[in-house]
């Protein structure tokens, strides 16, 4: 299969379980030297797409190819050229992390002496040289993810994938993970990574691919996908319900774009584009008009409202 | 090659991932992984003695009390001594129960990832499997050679030759062979606590309808026909021939060559479950 400049592409990838389908009509284009996020909520069909593609999963519809090799008719190939780090850290709990490096260090043929010499590197490289004999087991959560990475690069491969790298990890192991992914992508390694937060798709990737329901329904730079959803939202609510539509007007008029309104909880909200702007003139403007406000919030969009905004966007494009 | 990721990396297309490598080769890396994952095994048991201890212990305690407190409640039917009648049925009964070590440790990498891992990895698609059944007999080997030896201490004895008694050995260590490729596909097919609880629910039935306590003549007839034919009663059988110590007997045509089903049974047994194991293995369907 030729493969024109991409590191990993997906074409109509489909994999059924049972009566459902994990993927349907799955399409990815990740370009050589590129780091690609797969963004999507749990159960949208990540791991199943990072399965298929690690050869690890068969799939019942469409074709692939890593590294230039089909995933189906050469699996072999296609394993010489990637490293994959799970969603479950898979190292040897009982070894230490030298025991588990050399293991995997060897099982690359490198030889013993040359897995040892690799394992030091990798574990100097990884802050994690002096965890001695230490079983894995006894690892922090951030110490066990950085042993999974380093584990996965024993032959520096061309194409890396990392199945929800840093969920479950505390914000300083979340960073220890960032900064050595970030190493490995300065070097020049292909990276295509799943999350379910879309903070870090935008801290580590170059393009994201929106994955809902077993497809990618959009895929951008992570300015564009901001973009297209307008960025951050306003919420206020009024206290008169009368005053709903005065305040949605207002809204309106400032910021350029049509308000959601709730009349149960007699609330107004709208995406912003320049956050500090749209607060202050709309606080003025409902100042002027006296319309009493019990509440004003300004936040970032959540998750939920990025694949509701993307998931109708797409359905509308398509109908 | 990435140079500035890993500026030592070896290149992930190095001649021992070549395509050029021939057969010889390939049966060589074979090999080299399998000794890799087995390798891992040993390791553990340095690691955690303790384990490996307490695992031999079971085995040893089961022997100890069968033999002293049973031992006075039961006769052996055309006289003989009780001990020297038990000990080849314990010896088999052993075989059959270890095997849930196997499924345990199979079905703990597969919940870890670490078989997933080891599936992306370059590797044969029999190595692991292979390396997992070498370690299991490694550590079969050593469990019935102390268990032989409880025996010798406990007053059992064979009265065959020293080469019949090799033979005794190697009809037990070979049944469970079989068995710990069957463990192997259980602990691959079914996910999670299922496959231990599975294996359990077998080795019961497995180990205790048999002949190893209790001549299937006196069975029902047909629990008396599954306990014959059951792979364990061969061996079992076949074991008492070959260590000179007192048997049921028995007229079925099952019982008379138990000898040749002792072999026949767990090569069959193997000869279904290793192609499935290294299937399920590369394919891991589902
Ligand atoms: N082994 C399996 N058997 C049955 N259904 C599965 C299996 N693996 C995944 N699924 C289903 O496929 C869908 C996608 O799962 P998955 O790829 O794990 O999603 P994600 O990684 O994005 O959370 C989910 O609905 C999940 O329940
Ligand atoms: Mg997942």
Same mark, same amino acid.
């Given at each position: ?268 909200? %709208? ?14 403007? @409902? ?33 | ?69 049973? #031992? ?33 440790? %199979? ?52 009265? #065959? ?9 190697? @009809? ?26 599975? %294996? ?5 039935? @497995? ?52 000898l040749l089903m002792a072999v026949v049974w767990p090569l069959a047994i193997v000869a279904v479950f290793f192609p499935l194991c290294v ?8």
């Amino acid at each position: 299969m030729e493969t024109t400049g991409g590191a990993v592409t997906a074409r109509g990838l489909g994999k059924r379980y049972g009566r459902s389908w994990a993927l349907r009509g799955f399409d990815l284009h990740v370009p050589v030297g590129s780091v690609c996020g797969l963004l999507g909520p749990n159960g949208a069909g990540k791991t199943t797409a990072v399965r298929v593609l690690t050869t690890l999963l068969r799939a019942d519809e469409g074709t692939a190819s890593v590294a230039g090799h089909d995933v189906a008719a050469h699996g072999d190939r296609v394993r010489r050229s990637i490293g994959l780090v799970g969603q479950n850290a898979a190292v040897d709990e009982v070894l230490s992390g030298r025991q588990n490096l050399e293991m995997f260090g060897r099982l690359h043929h490198l030889g013993s002496r040359r897995a040892a010499a690799r394992a030091d590197e990798l574990l100097e490289r990884f802050r994690l040289a002096d965890t001695g004999r230490k079983p894995v087991g006894a690892y922090s959560g951030g110490m066990r993810r950085r042993l999974d990475l380093a584990a996965s690069m024993i032959l520096a491969p061309p194409v890396l994938f990392l199945d929800e790298p840093t969920t479950g990890l505390d914000p300083r192991s979340r960073d220890e993970v960032w900064g050595a992914v970030r190493e490995l992508v300065a070097g020049g390694t292909t990276v295509l990574l799943t999350t379910q937060y879309l903070e870090e798709a935008d801290r580590l990737a170059d393009r994201i691919s929106v994955v809902s329901s077993g497809r990618v329904v959009a895929e951008g730079t992570p300015g564009e996908l901001k973009s297209r959803l307008g960025g951050d939202r306003l919420d206020l609510v009024v206290r008169d319900p009368a005053a709903l539509a005065g305040a949605a007007g207002i809204v309106r008029r400032v910021v350029g774009a049509e308000p959601d309104t709730d009349v149960e909880n007699r609330r107004v909200g %709208v995406g912003v584009e320049d956050r500090v702007a749209a607060l202050t003139e709309v606080v003025r403007a @409902l100042e002027e008009q006296r319309i009493g406000v019990e509440d004003v919030v300004l936040r970032r969009p959540t998750l939920d409202e990025v694949f509701l905004h993307l998931t109708e966007a797409e359905e509308e494009t398509t109908r | 090659m990435n140079a500035t990721a890993a500026p030592s990396a070896p290149s992930a297309a190095g001649p021992a991932h070549g395509e050029a490598g021939g057969f010889a080769a390939r049966v060589r890396w074979a090999v080299a992984d399998g000794w890799t994952i087995t390798r891992r095994d040993v390791l553990h048991w340095l690691r955690r003695p303790g384990q490996l201890v307490a695992g031999l212990l079971f085995p040893v305690m089961m022997l100890l009390m069968f033999g002293f407190l049973f #031992g006075g409640a039961m006769t052996v039917p055309g006289g003989g001594d009780y001990r020297e009648f038990l000990m080849p049925g314990m010896f088999a009964m052993t075989m059959v129960f270890g095997v849930g070590e196997t499924v345990t440790a %199979v079905s703990h990498d597969m919940a870890r990832g670490v078989t997933d891992r080891f599936r992306s990895m370059p590797m044969a698609p029999s190595a692991v499997v292979v390396g997992r059944c070498a370690a299991d007999m490694l550590r079969s080997a050593i469990t019935l050679a102390i268990l032989l030896g409880c025996g010798l201490l406990a007053g059992w004895q064979w009265n #065959g030759t020293g080469g019949e008694a090799a033979a005794a050995v190697g @009809l037990l260590l070979l049944l469970r062979f079989s068995l710990v490729w069957l463990g192997i596909y259980v602990g691959l097919a079914v996910r999670g606590e299922g496959a231990v609880t599975a %294996v359990h629910t077998l080795e019961f039935p @497995l180990g205790f309808l048999s002949n190893a306590f209790a001549a299937t003549a006196t069975m029902p007839l047909w629990l008396g026909t599954v306990a014959d034919w059951n792979p364990l009663s061969s061996t079992v059988t076949a074991t008492r021939e070959l260590f000179g110590n007192p048997g049921w007997g028995g007229e079925t045509w099952i019982a008379q060559n138990a000898l040749l089903m002792a072999v026949v049974w767990p090569l069959a047994i193997v000869a279904v479950f290793f192609p499935l194991c290294v299937r399920r293995y590369r394919d891991m369907a589902g």
